[in-house]
């Protein structure tokens, strides 16, 4: 267990619809992560959020928004969505390390499905 | 920006055999290097890293090696187990870049015969 929560599980929706997505962070970490894998791909970073700031940019859709909030959850909000978002999305939180830098920690992801 | 490339995108083995992935990246400004397994319908599980003032890292029976002037590191499973299938994904450290603080790889799906 990473100590990243993500909620609902599983997501089924209709194209055209609106889905949040939410994610709470490990105890003490600030940052927060959103990626999204598709079957059999890789990992798509889409936005980084620090402290409730907006901090890096993927290669996020702009039907897609997000935001970190005052107790540092995160909320992914996918709208007008298409059959092509299914997918699943991961949040990750970072800690920094000793030495300097910082790893990332994933939550067990929301797994999304458009019919 | 960082750029991360992994080899192979595909390995199958036999059980008790042993299993190497390769990664390449392209800032020489990275200095940190994690490797992540995911199981299936699972999220990514950090499983070793390694710095970039260190070479080479064990943790049983995996290890992870780091060449910086060639700019690649690698994972090595020994002694392969039917459990350590799944897919692993490299990573390297971002400095400043707009792709987070983690450039990763495509990832690798192992699979493990018994």
């Known amino acids: 267990d990473s100590g990243v929560t993500q909620t609902p599980k599983h997501l089924i929706t209709a194209t055209g619809q609106r889905v949040t997505l939410r994610c709470s962070p490990r105890?003490?970490?600030?940052?927060v992560y959103w990626y999204q894998q598709s079957l059999d791909q890789g990992l798509q970073f889409l936005i980084q959020?620090?402290?409730?700031?907006?901090?890096a940019k993927g290669n996020i859709l702009e039907r897609f928004s997000a935001q970190q909030f005052p107790d540092l959850h995160s909320e992914l909000n996918l709208s007008s969505l298409e059959l092509g978002d299914s997918a699943l999305y991961f949040c990750?939180?970072?800690?920094?390390?000793?030495?300097?830098?910082?790893?990332?920690?994933f939550g067990p992801g929301t797994r999304l499905l458009v019919l | 920006g960082e750029n991360v490339e992994q080899h192979p995108s595909t390995l199958s083995v036999q059980e008790g055999d042993s299993a190497v992935i390769k990664c390449t990246y392209s800032d020489s400004a990275s200095n940190y290097f994690p490797w992540y397994k995911q199981e299936l319908g699972k999220g990514p599980q950090l499983i070793i890293d390694i710095r970039s003032n260190v070479g080479e890292k064990k943790d049983q029976r995996i290890a992870v090696t780091l060449n910086k002037t060639a700019k690649h590191f690698s994972l090595h499973i020994t002694e392969t187990q039917p459990e350590d299938s799944a897919v692993y994904f490299c990573?390297?450290?971002?400095?400043?870049?707009?792709?987070?603080?983690?450039?990763f790889g495509k990832g690798t799906k192992l699979s493990v015969k018994p």
């Open positions: 105890s003490g970490d600030l940052s």
């Open positions: 959020y620090y402290n409730g700031e907006e901090r």
């Open positions: 990750a939180s970072s800690a920094r390390l000793a030495g300097g830098g910082e790893t990332q920690y």
């Open positions: 990573a390297a450290s971002s400095v400043g870049g707009s792709q987070g603080n983690l450039i």
